[in-house]
């Protein structure tokens, strides 16, 4: 029956992904969920069993596996390395986890680089050559994810990004969503891992032909990198110009503003000022703040940039940044990684059409 329904659907260009489906035995009785969390830095998928609907979930929340690969956003690598990627990840999850397309019964694919319906349909096409058709399939941008993550499932509230790129999304209780935000450092993802660094190195340069004031940043930055001269630092640049490679010099950006810095201090007062002003855009189009300003929304932080981990806490600063306007914004740092967000949403979206279906009988 299995190898009969496996052999039955049509398999993307690299079949020979699946090779490990005609030797995998099945667990009887257990269907399972996928959620995938797909960004410029990395891409993870995460394989649950279906669990009995109930007020409260289970914690620790029941994984099988975790598989992890590189960047999906097909802004970023182009459309055929992000589905080679994004299709790999699946089947390694599935593998560990000793199941096969045939357990599948939902899949929530949240991917950075979903921007609009076409990009959806475009993602939607392809994963349904993938999967036999009774699998429920959804395509989000990574932020609702990440929301998920902080709201174990229920889309209300705002999340905000702050790693390699940034976006600020944001969900009403009946529905209604806003982004502001993540539009790619072409566009100006201010605030971003890639934003604050490329800051950082123009400041360099800029120092060096006398544009711009000294800065630590320069003997910091050559020293991180193993460089000489302000002069080497552009080839360096332009030999791999990718957006996590560059994201990744920001803790130096941060040790320099906590040596006192004056640039790299500003850079980061800057951020802060940038990601607090994409939540209030999200805030007041949703009015998620209510008609005072001071409503209770969850506000849930993702993201290295904006992670506590120094002195100069950037994530800290938004939260202080917001709140003088919106006293009511709940910050959550997630104890679940976006992965698990995903899947839950695809938990949750499975389980209401099950409902659905049962009431039409």
């Avoid at 902080?150 to 969503?177: N, P, Q, S, W």
Wanted: aromatic content about 6%.
């Amino acid at each position: 029956m299995v190898k009969s329904s496996i052999s039955e659907m049509k398999r993307y260009r690299n079949g020979e992904i699946w090779d490990f489906e005609h030797e995998v035995a099945v667990a009887a009785n257990r269907p399972v969920i996928l959620g995938l969390d797909g960004g410029t830095t990395s891409t993870v998928c995460i394989c649950m069993p279906i669990m009995p609907f109930s007020e409260a979930l289970p914690d620790p929340l029941p994984v099988l596996a975790r598989a992890v690969a590189g960047c999906s956003n097909h802004n970023s690598v182009g459309e055929t390395a992000a589905r080679e990627t994004l299709e790999q990840v699946m089947a390694d999850a599935l593998s560990k986890s000793g199941s096969n397309r045939s357990a599948v019964r939902a899949v929530c694919l949240a991917v950075s680089g979903v921007n609009h319906p076409t990009d959806q349909q475009r993602i939607l096409t392809w994963l349904r050559d993938i999967f036999p058709s009774q699998v429920k399939l959804y395509v989000r941008n990574d932020a609702v994810a990440a929301l998920a993550c902080g709201t174990m499932g229920k889309l209300h509230g705002c999340v905000l990004i702050a790693g390699t790129g940034t976006i600020a999304y944001g969900f009403t209780e009946d529905g209604r969503e806003a982004r502001a935000a993540g539009a790619g450092p072409v566009l100006g993802d201010w605030g971003s891992g890639y934003g604050i660094a490329a800051q950082a190195l123009t400041a360099v340069i800029r120092a060096h032909d006398g544009r711009g004031p000294h800065t630590m940043l320069t003997s910091t930055i050559l020293q991180t990198l193993g460089l000489s001269s302000a002069d080497e630092l552009i080839g360096w640049t332009y030999a791999d110009p990718s957006w996590a490679r560059i994201a990744a010099l920001v803790p130096v950006v941060v040790s320099c503003a906590e040596a006192g810095d004056e640039v790299a201090n500003k850079m980061l007062k800057e951020a802060v000022q940038e990601l607090a002003l994409s939540v209030k855009a999200v805030v007041q189009r949703l009015g998620l703040c209510g008609a005072d300003g001071k409503n209770y929304f969850p506000l849930v932080m993702v993201g290295g940039v904006l992670e506590a981990n120094q002195r100069w806490d950037i994530g800290k600063e938004v939260v202080n940044f917001i709140s003088k306007d919106y006293p009511g914004a709940l910050p959550i740092r997630p104890k679940v990684e976006p992965a698990v967000g995903a899947a839950l949403l695809a938990l949750n979206e499975f389980m209401k059409e099950c409902v659905k279906e049962a009431y039409r009988r």
